[in-house]
């Protein structure tokens, strides 16, 4: 199955699909139906058909039986056989009277030994008196000495008609049989229209002798064609084109049969006709079909952009989401599952929005890595030993500058200076660990390990005065006073993690290091260094570069058995 | 019982010695029943017995529309009348090959009388009724007898010798005779079958009834 990238074209496509098959199914098997009571009415048409045929023969040859019985019981028929030798001549004539008086156009007396007396002539020659022989034989033998049959007279001419037969005994008196008459009713052209007019069917009489039957007589001028005489032996229905139309034609075969070949009357209705009626009614379920088909298709279409049209502006706003963009919002304006998701969709980017100002502030408040780490670790307790380089720097005389400004004043100083040393820091791969009063503690290798920390916080400690320098050009044109400080770096292992209780804590380092460095910067302001950097040994080990440095000699500090070597960094070499 | 018997065995009985034989014969049809009727007639095969036709005419009266008596046995030149006892006139005919002849619509004692001349059956029909039906059987022997009610007929004064016994009998289906001989000594019985066809006589109505014939 073809994968669809647009559903509006899977929902018009299953829509017009299932509409599509109900009514074509809808039509197919109306159009079945219509089908097939047309073959059932013709079949039942066709059968009353036959039965009428066979009701008209049998009726007509009772009536002219009961009509030869008659004249077998009229005295002017025995007068023939009280002469020896009946006369020919008288015999003819009187037969012809006897037809007449019948209406039919033939009959023929024959003896009780199956040999002709005399008979009508006229369109039946001597030669088609065989069949009526035959007859005799069979009435002799029967209980009611009667019989009929049909037959082809003159059996041996081409141009010969179907005829049913029938022969009656005459008696003087009954029982005593001394002639037969035969009698001959033709199956002609007459009785073809007359039983179409009765049964409201096309009406064919078929003879073949061999394996091809012929029509001898239709309804169906020039329409009927030879048939094989194997499909005419037993009553069967088929249905087959003539003249390029559909008919279904119920044939029977003519039995008995006297003479030599095969009989059938095949009757014929013409399907189109017969379907001719119900046409309308497919007609107009054809354009049925079409209308629900365009109906299905269009209300397919205007279902597939309700439905689609939302999808693709909550596919836009994902879009949007993802390019982190949380303050924009969909308008809901249906209260469906689309509806539902549109909310949701606003209150996820409520919910992103929300972690986003979280981290912002976050990032203001802890230094980026640290709040980088926060994020990642999920502000777990503990922490790691590890080699840091933690720096020192304050401003002196401030307390005393303090004291003669206002106290907004004095923080919006505060934050000038500490952004620019800050900057300076971060600039240098540091963390602002926290600011002290106006003191700020720095330290680099932590919390992201790094081999250089020593000497990112002396190039850090090298770049801050004249980032002072500059703020005190500022300060002095706004004709403040100028400020001064001094920086104290150290190198040591220390426990580095996040330090507090579970409800608050500080990413913060922890350590006798930290003190050192604390001390060096104390020890800027004592006059014997006359430095604004000093850094410890440790540190200068520790750095992979080279600084230009003036070995202080070495300094007791609090809380340290042995004195601590104190360097004053001028600058790189 | 004792005539079942008799046919069960086959018996041949010699009932009389004299010098003429009688030959009775017992006409039962396959199932056993009697048949009525029928005219047993023998013909000498040694020496063929002239025939004498009575003098007098043999009547076959028509009495109630109906010929009397069925079936009359008469030998060649034998005459015969048809007095008409009815109050309506009959047309008397046959188209027989044995004697055709018609005596047209008469009432009371017709003067005409019939010579038949030939042997064979001859069948009446009246042109008038019918129904009415009979036949004359005309023999060529003086030696023959018609079967009563009971089947029986005796044919009598037969001197010995051998002679061939027919049954003939208007529905007969097929010719029955066989050869028997005559002894001195004494007479015979033959049991003989005949198959009849069906009776196909037209069946008259009552008069009252006025439905016509069937």
């Given at each position: 199955?073809?994968?669809?990238?647009?559903?509006?074209?899977?929902?018009?496509?299953?829509?017009?699909?299932?509409?599509?098959?109900?009514?074509?199914?809808?039509?197919?098997?109306?159009?079945?139906?219509?089908?097939?009571?047309?073959?059932?009415?013709?079949?039942?048409?066709?059968?009353?058909?036959?039965?009428?045929?066979?009701?008209?023969?049998?009726?007509?040859?009772?009536?002219?039986?009961?009509?030869?019985?008659?004249?077998?019981?009229?005295?002017?028929?025995?007068?023939?056989?009280?002469?020896?030798?009946?006369?020919?001549?008288?015999?003819?004539?009187?037969?012809?009277?006897?037809?007449?008086?019948?209406?039919?156009?033939?009959?023929?007396?024959?003896?009780?030994?199956?040999?002709?007396?005399?008979?009508?002539?006229?369109?039946?020659?001597?030669?088609?008196?065989?069949?009526?022989?035959?007859?005799?034989?069979?009435?002799?033998?029967?209980?009611?000495?009667?019989?009929?049959?049909?037959?082809?007279?003159?059996?041996?001419?081409?141009?010969?008609?179907?005829?049913?037969?029938?022969?009656?005994?005459?008696?003087?008196?009954?029982?005593?049989?001394?002639?037969?008459?035969?009698?001959?009713?033709?199956?002609?052209?007459?009785?073809?229209?007359?039983?179409?007019?009765?049964?409201?069917?096309?009406?064919?009489?078929?003879?073949?002798?061999?394996?091809?039957?012929?029509?001898?007589?239709?309804?169906?001028?020039?329409?009927?064609?030879?048939?094989?005489?194997?499909?005419?032996?037993?009553?069967?229905?088929?249905?087959?084109?003539?003249?390029?139309?559909?008919?279904?034609?119920?044939?029977?075969?003519?039995?008995?049969?006297?003479?030599?070949?095969?009989?059938?009357?095949?009757?014929?209705?013409?399907?189109?006709?017969?379907?001719?009626?119900?046409?309308?009614?497919?007609?107009?379920?054809?354009?049925?079909?079409?209308?629900?088909?365009?109906?299905?298709?269009?209300?397919?279409?205007?279902?597939?952009?309700?439905?689609?049209?939302?999808?693709?502006?909550?596919?836009?706003?994902?879009?949007?989401?993802?390019?982190?963009?949380?303050?924009?919002?969909?308008?809901v304006t249906r209260a469906d599952e689309i509806g539902q998701l549109a909310t949701a969709f606003n209150q996820m980017s409520e919910g992103l929005a929300e972690r986003d100002r979280v981290r912002d502030l976050l990032d203001k408040n802890v230094s980026p890595e640290v709040a980088a780490q926060l994020m990642r670790d999920g502000g777990a307790l503990g922490g790691e030993e590890r080699e840091v380089t933690v720096l020192f720097v304050d401003l002196r005389s401030f307390t005393r500058l303090s004291e003669s400004l206002p106290p907004r004043d004095v923080l919006h100083l505060l934050n000038r200076y500490f952004d620019r040393m800050s900057s300076i820091v971060e600039t240098q791969h540091g963390i602002v660990d926290k600011y002290i009063g106006d003191a700020i503690m720095a330290i680099f290798g932590a919390p992201v390990a790094r081999d250089d920390h020593a000497d990112c916080a002396i190039r850090a400690a090298l770049g801050m005065p004249s980032a002072l320098a500059g703020l005190n050009t500022e300060l002095a044109t706004e004709g403040r006073q100028t400020l001064s400080f001094g920086i104290g770096i150290n190198t040591s292992r220390i426990i580095a993690g996040n330090i507090g209780s579970s409800r608050r804590l500080n990413y913060s380092v922890v350590g006798d290091g930290v003190n050192v460095a604390a001390r060096l910067q104390d020890l800027t302001r004592m006059s014997q260094f006359r430095a604004d950097i000093l850094v410890s040994a440790s540190t200068l080990t520790s750095a992979k570069r080279r600084y230009r440095v003036r070995d202080l000699g070495a300094a007791p500090v609090r809380g340290r058995d042995e004195p601590v070597g104190i360097f004053a960094v001028d600058g790189e070499e | 019982m004792t005539r079942a018997l008799v046919a069960t065995l086959g018996l041949v009985l010699a009932l009389r010695v004299s010098a003429s034989g009688t030959v009775r014969v017992l006409a039962k049809d396959p199932k056993g029943a009697p048949v009525a009727d029928a005219v047993a007639f023998v013909e000498a095969l040694d020496a063929p017995a002239p025939v004498h036709p009575p003098a007098d005419p043999v009547a076959i009266v028509q009495k109630d529309q109906e010929f009397v008596p069925y079936v009359t046995p008469i030998v060649v030149g034998t005459r015969v009348s048809f007095p008409n006892k009815d109050t309506v006139q009959h047309h008397v005919y046959s188209v027989s090959p044995a004697k055709k002849f018609e005596i047209p619509l008469y009432i009371g004692e017709s003067s005409a009388t019939i010579l038949f001349d030939r042997p064979g059956p001859v069948t009446l029909g009246c042109n008038i009724h019918d129904w009415m039906v009979a036949y004359v059987y005309v023999l060529a022997t003086p030696y023959f007898a018609k079967t009563g009610a009971d089947g029986v007929a005796d044919i009598a004064g037969l001197p010995p010798g051998r002679y061939t016994l027919e049954l003939w009998h208007p529905r007969l289906a097929a010719r029955v005779d066989r050869q028997i001989t005559i002894e001195a000594s004494g007479d015979t019985v033959q049991e003989v079958s005949v198959t009849l066809r069906p009776d196909r006589r037209i069946r008259r109505a009552p008069e009252s009834d006025g439905a016509g014939y069937r």
């Open positions: 199955m073809p994968q669809f990238r647009r559903f509006g074209t899977r929902l018009l496509l299953l829509i017009a699909g299932v509409v599509a098959a109900a009514q074509v199914a809808d039509y197919l098997l109306v159009v079945r139906a219509n089908r097939r009571n047309a073959i059932d009415r013709i079949h039942e048409n066709l059968a009353k058909g036959a039965a009428l045929f066979s009701r008209r023969v049998d009726a007509r040859l009772l009536e002219l039986s009961g009509r030869a019985a008659l004249m077998s019981d009229d005295y002017s028929i025995r007068q023939l056989f009280l002469k020896d030798q009946p006369d020919p001549a008288t015999v003819r004539s009187a037969l012809r009277s006897y037809s007449v008086r019948m209406g039919v156009p033939f009959m023929t007396l024959i003896s009780t030994e199956g040999a002709r007396i005399g008979d009508t002539g006229g369109p039946l020659p001597e030669a088609a008196l065989r069949p009526f022989e035959d007859l005799v034989q069979t009435a002799a033998a029967a209980d009611d000495p009667k019989a009929t049959a049909f037959a082809r007279l003159p059996s041996t001419s081409e141009d010969g008609k179907v005829f049913a037969l029938l022969v009656v005994p005459i008696y003087a008196p009954k029982p005593e049989i001394v002639a037969w008459i035969g009698l001959a009713l033709p199956i002609d052209h007459r009785f073809a229209e007359e039983l179409k007019s009765d049964a409201q069917v096309e009406v064919t009489f078929y003879y073949g002798t061999g394996e091809t039957m012929v029509p001898v007589e239709s309804t169906l001028p020039g329409a009927a064609g030879p048939r094989s005489a194997a499909d005419l032996a037993e009553s069967a229905v088929k249905t087959a084109n003539v003249s390029g139309e559909p008919y279904v034609t119920a044939y029977r075969p003519l039995l008995p049969l006297v003479t030599h070949g095969r009989a059938a009357i095949a009757l014929q209705r013409s399907l189109g006709a017969e379907l001719a009626p119900s046409l309308p009614l497919e007609r107009f379920l054809l354009v049925l079909l079409i209308a629900s088909l365009v109906a299905a298709a269009l209300v397919a279409a205007v279902l597939a952009r309700n439905m689609s049209r939302p999808l693709r502006s909550l596919a836009d706003h994902t879009r949007v989401i993802a390019g982190g963009d949380y303050l924009t919002r969909l308008e | -």
